[in-house]
């Protein structure tokens, strides 16, 4: 497979610590979030979602918060492993029913 | 995978050919989309589909068809394949729309 993104964003992250990813999205009319993680050469797969109203979803080691004041939504790692390894994107459901795409962000473990 | 099969996953191609991508699911979900994947664009919306024969635009639908004859079937199509076609492409399916959608595990198109 090929790397899908070259000029991303990336983040750090050591091995154990927890990571935040964050996303600010464009439409304040937005009603539903969703994070999706991409491995390299595969396709992206759902991770946690979550509607406008809500603050905060928790998931198996992770957390999604949502901040509608300032339009921001981020995503927490809870204790980093090598598997989490990837490109995380989120992702906005606008008024008309369609989703929009932020551009990734790409998460790197250091052991 | 969420039952999304694609084919080919890798093809190289010439400037000029036809080439159409396939996704076939087996979870009856009624919308099926196409995206493609470039470096520093992220997914961009090609086609999409809603129902058997029923299918819209996306914002980069110049340059492709897609048809829709069955349920299971989600056929794209690049009539003349350029080399700015050139990307991963990724089928992706949903029950309802704008809820979660459901990622195949992609092609790869090359066009030389």
């Known amino acids: 497979g090929e790397s899908v993104g070259l000029h991303l964003p990336t983040l750090s992250v050591q091995e154990g610590d927890n990571s935040i990813i964050n996303c600010a999205y464009s439409?304040?009319?937005?009603?539903?979030f969703i994070w999706y993680k991409q491995e390299s050469g595969k396709g992206p797969q759902f991770i946690i979602d979550i509607r406008s109203n809500m603050d905060k979803r928790q998931g198996q080691r992770v957390t999604v918060l949502l901040n509608k004041t300032v339009k921001h939504l981020s995503l927490q790692i809870a204790a980093t492993q090598p598997g989490d390894s990837a490109v995380y994107f989120c992702?906005?459901?606008?008024?008309?029913?369609?989703?929009?795409w932020g551009a990734g962000t790409k998460l790197i473990i250091k052991p | 995978d969420a039952g999304i099969t694609q084919s080919p996953r890798h093809k190289v191609t010439e400037t000029g050919t036809p080439v159409t991508l396939r996704c076939h699911q087996t979870?009856?979900?009624?919308?099926m989309y196409w995206y493609r994947q470039d470096p520093g664009h992220g997914l961009r919306l090609i086609h999409y589909s809603y129902g058997v024969k029923d299918t819209d635009k996306g914002e980069v639908s110049d340059g492709y068809s897609v048809s829709r004859s069955k349920t299971e079937d989600f056929l794209l199509t690049l009539e003349s394949a350029t080399s700015s076609q050139t990307s991963v492409y990724f089928c992706?399916?949903?029950?309802?729309?704008?809820?979660?959608?459901?990622f195949g595990e992609g092609s790869w198109l090359t066009v030389v």
């Open positions: 979870e009856n979900h009624r919308y």
């Open positions: 439409n304040s009319a937005s009603d539903y």
């Open positions: 992702a906005e459901r606008d008024s008309n029913y369609q989703l929009i």
């Open positions: 992706a399916i949903t029950r309802e729309v704008g809820n979660t959608i459901y």
